[in-house]
């Protein structure tokens, strides 16, 4: 067996992959690299969770290491394992086609039952952050039953913003179109701070607000650090562990992390998605989702695929050794949402079918095919034209045909980050290789304008991303 992955040292990775390409390890276990490992007796391929976004790197050399794999199997004649108890939109539609081969696993290993979905709704009267009563009272329910809790909430830190009661003033960014949010202790940090999740800024609190004046500057929302300290002040006799990027910060320390939990001494859980995928808890009795809303309404048409996939992962970890009852209890204003009903009944094909029809009439992926041109640079009005500038080669070029579109340069859902100003150009098409064509010579002429991926025309940063994950 090889194993390759990032958090090996340069030599250990020399290790397996001299053993990997001599054929002396039969088996490579590896991350989105491992793909690219020369095997001269590769027999199948396996991608677990093929419906992650993490296969894809966006830095660097982009790739997708999923479709990598279907194209190195199709090449050398292999089968290919594409596995996920929620497959990505494509790759549903490709096994309901005849496509692929589709294969399901209708149990459980043991036979046990997944969780009971209940929907929670918070007062919305209320501006209250404390954890709902219902919950409250499942989680001391399960305390008394020796069974752990795993609470889930995609936000670290203590709040995601602090505010100025006197004025509008927000904690933003010096640096990025986002917001800094407030941990109790990060790192080195042992006092309050802000930090920016996108940059790495760290600055301590104001005194007073820097607009107005104003003293009186309040947290608003809740991360990670929130839900453990009122767990703690509501359960003192349970040992609450928080588990996110902070308290996780080396190979080591998650290990531990984990380890507390496998072993039964941490009883209440309080993690971000790290928590949620493919672990095999042993004990875990009642899954808590807090803010589930926070993923579901957003710029991004894949929200809601996004959310479904990470609900039915999370329910995942509750009984998976004992046959006794479990629960899963999911915070949402908006009950009514298909995601949740569908989520009931952890009914896969029909969210989908459901999904698919609104893909369909509204054109979108995987009835349509895009790409991004991203660009960047030190000024949003030189950005913009620069890619005004691709966006009129593109409507001159002889392959821009009937059922190829190309929409307006806009800026992106955080259009600065660390001082770039950031934009991007969506072209899409009814099919692929009209697409492709177009693209290779749009590259093709933007190479011939930049010295590698900077512009000659002002300080521009470009890169063309296929088939982007988020628009």
């Known amino acids: 067996l090889a194993v390759l992955h990032s958090g090996l040292t340069e030599k250990q990775r020399g290790i397996a992959w001299y053993q990997a390409m001599t054929g002396a390890a039969r088996i490579v276990l590896g991350t989105r690299l491992s793909i690219m490992t020369p095997l001269p007796k ?3 391929i396996v991608v677990d969770e093929e419906n992650d976004s993490s296969f894809k790197q966006q830095e660097g050399l982009a790739y997708s290491a999923r479709d990598l794999a279907i194209w190195r199997a199709k090449n050398e004649k292999l089968p290919i394992v594409l596995v996920s108890a929620t497959p990505s939109s494509q790759t549903w539609r490709a096994a309901k086609e005849g496509r692929y081969q589709e294969i399901q696993l209708t149990n459980r290993v043991g036979g046990f039952k997944l969780p009971n979905v209940e929907l929670v709704t ?40 602090i505010s100025c009661s006197s004025c509008d003033w927000l904690s933003e960014c010096d640096h990025c179109s986002s917001y800094m949010v407030m941990h109790r202790q990060l790192g080195q940090f042992k006092s309050p701070v802000l930090c920016c999740h996108h940059c790495g800024l760290v600055k301590p609190i104001p005194q007073s607000c820097s607009k107005c004046g104003d003293v009186d500057l309040q947290p608003l929302g809740r991360g990670t650090q929130k839900v453990e300290d009122q767990l703690q002040m509501r359960f003192p006799q349970a040992a609450v ?46 899954v808590c989702v807090l803010d589930a809303d926070a993923r579901l309404y957003s710029n991004d048409y894949m929200a809601p695929e996004h959310l479904f996939a990470q609900l039915v992962q999370v329910a995942g970890r509750a009984g998976r050794f004992s046959g006794e009852p479990t629960q899963i209890l999911i915070e949402t204003h908006y009950p009514d949402d298909p ?50 500038h691709a966006k009129q080669f593109l409507q001159k070029t002889a392959h ?21 100003e950031r934009s991007q150009l969506l072209i899409e098409s009814r099919q692929r290789a009209p697409l492709q064509a177009l693209l290779n010579e749009l590259e093709h002429y933007l190479r011939q304008q930049s010295v590698g991926r900077i512009s000659k025309v002002g300080k521009v940063r470009w890169s063309i991303e296929r088939d982007p994950l988020f628009i």
């Open 122 to 161: 918070p007062d919305k009267s209320s501006r209250s952050i404390s954890i709902s009563p219902i919950m409250i009272r499942a989680l001391e329910d399960n305390l008394h039953k020796g069974r752990q809790s795993l609470i889930l909430i995609n936000r670290r830190g203590m709040a995601p913003v």
């Open 42 to 44: 590769l027999a199948a």
């Open 400 to 420: 821009l045909q009937t059922g190829i579109t190309v929409f307006d340069p806009v800026p992106k859902s955080i259009a600065r980050l660390g001082g770039w």
């Open 339 to 388: 995601v949740y009903q569908f989520i009931k009944t952890f009914d896969l094909n029909g969210f989908m079918e459901h999904l698919m029809a609104i893909r369909q009439e509204a054109g979108l992926p995987p009835f349509s095919y895009q790409a991004l041109v991203h660009a960047e640079a030190k000024q949003k009005k030189e950005v913009l034209t620069w890619l005004n």
């Open 241 to 286: 562990l928080r588990v996110d990027a902070d308290t996780a910060r080396t190979s080591k320390k998650t290990e531990a992390l984990f380890q507390e939990i496998h072993d039964g001494t941490a009883q209440m859980i309080v993690g971000t998605q790290m928590l949620a995928k493919g672990h095999d808890y042993q004990n875990i009795g009642l």
